[in-house]
DNA sequence: TCGATTTTTAACGTTCACGTCAAAGTAAAC
DNA sequence: GTTTACTTTGACGTGAACGTTAAAAATCGA
């Protein structure tokens, strides 16, 4: 098993120590083992956790808190599959109203965003029109 | 022309008063028609562009500097293109690569945002199997 | 026209997401 | 085993994006 400190783990995840520490102190991430001396001791497990967080945090543009709410979410649900569930049937129905309305939320951002794209290639297009001005220009 | 006040506006876009004028100050949105009296005015085309800056605040994630940033560049294009520009050649090519950059950003986001999305589906199906589950228990 | 409601600017307050610094403990290097 | 480097907790600092309050001015309704 490999062990990496807070440094290494900076490194690798592109954080800083501090927002290591921070997101560990708000229950984003779990709180890694530790040495004797008290010093976190993060697994490949760990690691990859902190990517999976990064990343949903860039693609839902979410505050860190409907992050960490998401995050419980989604770790509930899937204790609940394997381990015989701890929800009842009209928390099912809750959870599952809530997440077609994040899945709802998605593809309204989705399609917003691939307007805007379209938007940006036309921008470009204007560019090259200027670009060819100039070519032309210098003939 | 249809005139409105700013809390017409607030309730129309869904910020509060103290955002519009915060967005005014920092350039964000540009500074409404006043009345006599210094009472901003707005019409339906500076709503349109409140909204417009909403959209792309939201679906870029970006700051409201970056925004701010982007908005200008954008306006800088425009104006280029119709008044006979601004730019020369080597600001341009600039502008250009700057634009791909964030077009090509778009789309890794969107398609990140597509995995998530089907990763919320997954999550749902399983609820929907948990239901069945109870559902075959009331039988 | 007068009272009630809104709007204005200015200033200070607040929350989030960290940055920075200090003091003490831990690990590593020689 | 001591110096050097790194880590820990704790506390205060900071910039962005507003919220809140106050006092004066403007507008609206009766």
């Given at each position: ?7 290494d ?7 800083t ?5 921070y997101?560990e ?5 779990p709180p ?9 001791l993060?697994?490949?497990e760990?690691i ?7 990343i ?5 543009g979410?505050?860190l808190?409907?992050?960490q ?6 770790k509930?649900i899937e204790?609940?599959?394997t ?12 959870i ?15 399609e917003r ?10 921008l470009?297009?204007?560019?090259k ?7 032309k220009e210098?003939?």
């Amino acid at each position: 098993m490999n062990w990496y400190k807070i440094d290494d783990v900076a490194k690798i995840t592109g954080l800083t120590k501090r927002t290591l520490r921070y997101y560990e102190e708000i229950g984003l991430i779990p709180p890694p083992e530790r040495s004797d001396g008290k010093i976190r001791l993060y697994t490949d497990e760990d690691i990859e956790q902190i990517r999976r967080v990064l990343i949903a945090k860039e693609v839902l543009g979410f505050s860190l808190q409907e992050l960490q709410q998401f995050l419980h979410l989604k770790k509930m649900i899937e204790q609940n599959h394997t381990e015989y569930g701890s929800f009842g049937p009209e928390e099912l129905l809750e959870i599952k109203k809530h997440l077609s309305g994040q899945i709802h939320m998605l593809h309204a951002k989705i399609e917003r965003m691939q307007k805007f794209t379209q938007e940006l290639t036309e921008l470009q297009q204007k560019i090259k029109v200027q670009l060819n001005q100039f070519a032309k220009e210098d003939e």
